[in-house]
């Protein structure tokens, strides 16, 4: 049999094995949206085994193992990591059209130089040989990441994080930039009032401000961006749930801080205005310092109580949301607009059906006070991040703004060896762009083809989160 994963999987056309070959393959990654620990990168991790590096925090893989009826014992619980591999081998025939399975047979083949498919009859021998890699001084996380050609990766961070790993990549010799992103969160979710009231004493004790209304509040979370720019960082991230928008009273903002401090429940209409001033505050704190806004939209989180409870969050039960977007978004964006104070944004949902709402939403926000592509339709995200997923975000972006100011793809993830999720995305979009030239919808212009490529894989994150090059990459 013919290797499954070889130099033109996914290219489907001359025209597309050409763009990918000669303009995508060999370009740098830069990571702008991760879940990678900076004290991982730091400490220079080794994975015992491939079990480790696959099944150990991957949610995406333990959907898939339910899905195949295996219980949780093998997945979450106590098996031993080959038990957790085997069960995970057995999974894989079945997951047939899934991107695990392209993602997996990627990695097994960029990483690991194998050929074998996952299945039963094969998982002693990969077991055997990726952990036999995986001892090696060359697949240690910082040599995995400079295998990978990785640029620029941008971790996901609490606010109150002290950023001390950071600091130490900074100071080391590492060639790649690892930069930190202020996750606001935390900062916002007042509904959820008993972990906000201890982000609330947190944020005092940390940033020594005695917060007594909105207005110290506000100063105390502004330090703390202020904090983060000082540590190099050029990004922020928030999760909404539902978009909310209402017009705010500043009695209303300190009545939110002084119910939450006496433990008393909040009214919707308070909820709602608190959140509406939290973006507004963080927004301009942004555009002060010159970040990129990213705004990730439409997460169900924990729909099974029972799994909840025995598992905790972010263990696989989240779904995609159906709340409608559009009128509070623009609100929002608007809000910050009017004293042109918008920063650089990207806004992602989960919800398939939303990618052309925002694809208009972000025509109504651009400027010329920032990078080209000053609002961004983000890349296709989590239950999106497919083939079907990925060439409906491009194409969304090109009937309705400038592909080719995209700036281009991330992982999300917690695992290093996602990153060859940039070489499956720089396929699909060489196919993607090969097929129209092939069909006449493009013309076979090699600048013009070159350009497109070239920007919307690297060149187009770098200008517009303006990051450095590394230092040894050529």
Known sequence: M???IHKDFLLQGDTAKRLYHDYAAGLPIIDYHNHLDAKEIYDNHQYDNIAQAWLSCDHYLWRALRSNGVDEHYITGDASDYEKFQK??????YLIGNPLYHWCHLELKKYFGLDLLLNSENCAVIWQHCNQKLSQESHRFQNLLKESRVDTLCTTD?????????????????AVQV????????????????????????LAFITDINI??????AQAITSRVDYFAQHNCRLSDLGLKVVDFSHYHPDVLDQAIAKVKRGDTLKSEEISQFKTAVFEVLGKAYHKHGWSMQIHIGVLTNVNKRRFDDLGGGTGFSVISDNPIAENLSHLLSLLDQD????QTIVYSLNPKDSPVLGSIIGAFQDSD??????????????????????????????LGALGRFVGMLTDSRNVLSLSRHDYFRRILCNLLGKWVDDGELPNDEPLLKQSVENICYQN???YFNFHSSKDLV
């Open 370 to 399: 920032a990078q080209p592509g000053k609002v961004q339709l983000g890349s296709a995200w989590w239950f999106n991040d497919h083939k079907a997923g990925m060439e409906k975000q491009l194409q969304d972006l090109a009937n």
């Open 179 to 202: 930069l930190p992103t202020f996750r606001a969160d935390s900062l916002i979710e007042i509904e959820n009032q008993s972990s906000f009231q201890k982000t609330l004493n947190s």
């Open 340 to 343: 042109r104070q918008l920063p």
């Open 212 to 217: 007594v209304d909105f207005a110290s509040y």
């Open 158 to 174: 609490d606010p109150l994080s002290d950023l001390s790993y950071h600091d130490k990549l900074n100071r080391s010799e590492f």
């Open 2 to 4: 013919s290797s499954y």
């Open 461 to 463: 994150a770098k200008q």
């Open 88 to 93: 995970w081998c057995e999974t894989m025939p």
